[in-house]
């Protein structure tokens, strides 16, 4: 059994002008005679059905931003630490955003639980991070990154909730350039992903956590009731721990419950 997960060194191996998915490309692909190898790249400057989680669907214009996937093989990773792959995608992307922005927006650059990027109250990136399991170990993960680089022309019901670095800087971005700066922050997180390296990326995680510790808004999405609380933060098996005003905290699962967006007239669900 090694003591380390091989390095990620993601590199563009398969680019595409239009693809459904670029996660479905990667899954295929894996699937295949042809496998593909430890950090190779799907790039797609269209995605037709490109998807966030759940039913959720990722607007881009074509050739304006990166929607990317990346493949690795974990070596480490049982099946309950499933969502530190996400976090160290989320991570990544924060970091890639933030240096993109540099000192252009004094907004803050956060993780939303579960797979979202935001500045301040904007939405700018999205990830789905899907899995192959062999028993109780990860087999196989493909990281799906959606960043908004140079988007300008969101939808109407987008214009409030979501942004883009052209939007945030006033300026175009070199896509080839942000994804540069995006897989150099993959590589250097990935090897978080060892053993001994878990308690640390759980603080930087929550360092970064959007809305931890301040009063927010949610709701049941069983049955839509909406409840108030505070999110302290998020467990190993990725349950968001919120706790409620009597004092008790309880933990959800990814589609049990949404956070619903702060504006100036109240909340509104994201």
Do not use: C
Not at 62 to 69: E, F, M, R
Not at 106 to 119: G, R
Not at 191 to 209: F, K, V
Request: no cysteine; net charge positive.
């Amino acid at each position: 059994m090694p003591s380390k997960n091989t390095p990620l060194i993601p590199k563009v191996s398969y680019r595409y002008d239009t693809l459904a998915s670029t996660n479905a490309a990667a899954v295929a692909a894996i699937q295949s005679n042809h496998r593909p190898a430890h950090g190779d790249v799907f790039w797609a400057a269209e995605q037709t059905a490109g998807r966030g989680q759940g039913r959720n669907r990722w607007h881009s214009t074509p050739g304006a931003n990166l929607t990317i996937s990346i493949v690795a093989f974990p070596e480490l990773l049982s099946a309950d630490q499933l969502f530190s792959l996400t976090q160290i995608t989320g991570l990544a992307v924060r970091e890639a955003v933030q240096l993109a922005i540099g000192k252009d927006t004094l907004a803050p650059v956060t993780v939303k639980w579960p797979n979202d990027v935001y500045v301040g109250n904007r939405k700018v990136a999205g990830i789905l991070v899907q899995n192959g399991l062999r028993g109780q170990q990860i087999s196989w993960s493909v990281m799906g990154i959606g960043l908004n680089v140079n988007e300008v022309d969101f939808p109407g019901h987008l214009t409030g909730t979501a942004t883009s670095l052209r939007l945030l800087t006033n300026k175009e971005h070199d896509l080839s350039a942000v994804a540069s700066a995006l897989f150099q922050q993959l590589s250097l997180h990935y090897h978080r992903l060892d053993p001994g390296h878990q308690e640390a990326l759980a603080a930087l995680y929550h360092q970064h956590l959007y809305r931890r510790d301040l009063p927010s808004r949610f709701e049941l999405t069983a049955n839509g009731q909406l409840f108030q609380g505070i999110i302290r933060g998020v467990q190993q098996n990725g349950q968001l721990r919120i706790e409620q005003p009597v004092g008790r905290e309880s933990a959800f699962s990814v589609g049990e419950i949404r956070l619903l967006h702060p504006n100036q007239n109240g909340f509104t669900a994201q």
